[in-house]
Structures are given as structure tokens and as C-alpha cells.
């Protein structure tokens, strides 16, 4: 079975801070896929990012980055100047590549919040 | 805006009551899967269709339900609704093809409280 831990339930930063995410997750299969799911206050899931088993390369898109360790089955999520609109609960998850299903599996979360 | 759209917003049932809920995928999608989100916790797999099928269940009673329908949209029903089914249920479409299901894309959810 697959599992995901986001140990930290709750951060707080203020404005312009710098935040790390972390997530550790497990798995025995070697293909999977990982996400970050934003969810702002509205519910709605929104897609951050999807990482395969295959590609440990770091990746920076704007004020948000990824890093991606295997070895450690790490999938860090960092945001850079962090800004009000950042305050979300942050959802890291993984699903199986072999598996014909879309399955994903949560982590419970982590609330950011920013301060002005 | 993903292109998901879930209908009720909200809903009050009292216990021993049945609910449907309703999702319309995002365009092009084949697949739909639902997904429990009990407060302060991360979302739970509950089952998904393809292609009118259920094609994977998580670990949820019977008396969770769903149907998909020709167009690709999907409803779920829970029976006998108790305490615990208070949560957000969130529907999510995606795209099965032989590269495997893409980025499933989420709609905004439904809140149901059951009293």
C-alpha cells in the first residue's frame, strides 16, 4: 500500500518569507507519479505539478520549486517570496504509473499561512 | 478553472437519508473518480469510472454508489447516510489513454452535512 506524510500540519510566514512543504511518501512499486494539489479556502484542488519516478531533476517554475529525492522519498515543495494569495492548504500525492487507474493518494495536508 | 463542475455546493441531509451528487467532467475526459474529504484531512479514493465502469474502489461501504453516463458525466450516491459521511466530495476528471490517465483536474466540490 501507498502511503503519504506531510508532517507538518500548519505553517505560518509572514509576507516575503521563504517556506518549504515537505513530503516523504512510500511506496514499494519503482514507476509512480508525485503531485502538489493547491487547496484555497473555494475547496477546489488545483494541479501544481506532476513529477515521474524517472526524473529526479529539481524544477523552478516562478516563485515555486521542486525537490525531488529518491534516495530519501522526498518530494519538497518550496515557495520563494511567499505573498498572501500563497495561504492554501498544500496537498502532496502520489500515484502508482503501472496501475490503469487514476488513483491518487493524499497526504493530510499542510495549511500555509501568510501574513501581510 | 479546470472545467470540472460539481453540483450541489452544499447539502443537509439528516441520517438514514439518500443523496446524489452530481459531476460534469472536464471536456475530452473519460474517467471520473471521487474522492472523500473529511475536515482536516487529505482526500480519500473512493471509486472511478471508465467508460461507464467502475474500474477501482477504495476502501468505502456499498452503500457509496456511483453511475457515469454516456457523456462522460458521473453521479455519486450514498444510501443509509450517516454522521461520518459529513465531509467534501470531490469529483475529479481525466483522460485514460494508452499513455496511461493524465493529471486528474478537480472540481470545487460538494459540501454535505449529515444531522
Known amino acids: 500500500a501507498q502511503k503519504v506524510t506531510q508532517a507538518q500540519t500548519e505553517i505560518s510566514v509572514v509576507e516575503k518569507e521563504d517556506v518549504t512543504l515537505d513530503c516523504v511518501y512510500e511506496?514499494?512499486?519503482?514507476?509512480?507519479?508525485l503531485f502538489w494539489y493547491k487547496q484555497p479556502p473555494s475547496g477546489e484542488l488545483v494541479f501544481l505539478i506532476r513529477r515521474n519516478s524517472f526524473d529526479e531533476q529539481n524544477e523552478i517554475s516562478g516563485r515555486y520549486s521542486w525537490n525531488f529525492q529518491k534516495s530519501t522519498s522526498s518530494f519538497n515543495f518550496t515557495i520563494t517570496a511567499s505573498q498572501v494569495v500563497d495561504s492554501a492548504v498544500y496537498f502532496c500525492a502520489l500515484r502508482l504509473m503501472n496501475s490503469g487507474y487514476s488513483t491518487l493518494t493524499f497526504g493530510k495536508g499542510t495549511m500555509l499561512l501568510v501574513s501581510p | 478553472e479546470t472545467g470540472v463542475t460539481q453540483s450541489p455546493t452544499h447539502l443537509i441531509k439528516t441520517r438514514g437519508q439518500q443523496v446524489t451528487l452530481r459531476c460534469s467532467s472536464q471536456s475530452g475526459h473519460n474517467t471520473v473518480s471521487w474522492y472523500q474529504q473529511a475536515l482536516g484531512q487529505g482526500p480519500q479514493f473512493i471509486f472511478q469510472y471508465y467508460r461507464e465502469e467502475e474500474n477501482g474502489r477504495g476502501n468505502f461501504p456499498p452503500r457509496f454508489s456511483g453511475l457515469q453516463f454516456p457523456n462522460y458525466s458521473s453521479e455519486l450516491n450514498v444510501n443509509a447516510l450517516e454522521l461520518d459521511d459529513s465531509a467534501l466530495y470531490l469529483c475529479?476528471?481525466?483522460?485514460?489513454?494508452?499513455?496511461?490517465?493524465?493529471?486528474?483536474?478537480f472540481g470545487q466540490g460538494t459540501r454535505l452535512t449529515v444531522v
Open positions: 475529479a476528471s481525466s483522460l485514460a489513454g494508452a499513455g496511461g490517465p493524465t493529471e486528474a483536474f
Open positions: 511506496t514499494r512499486d519503482t514507476t509512480y507519479y
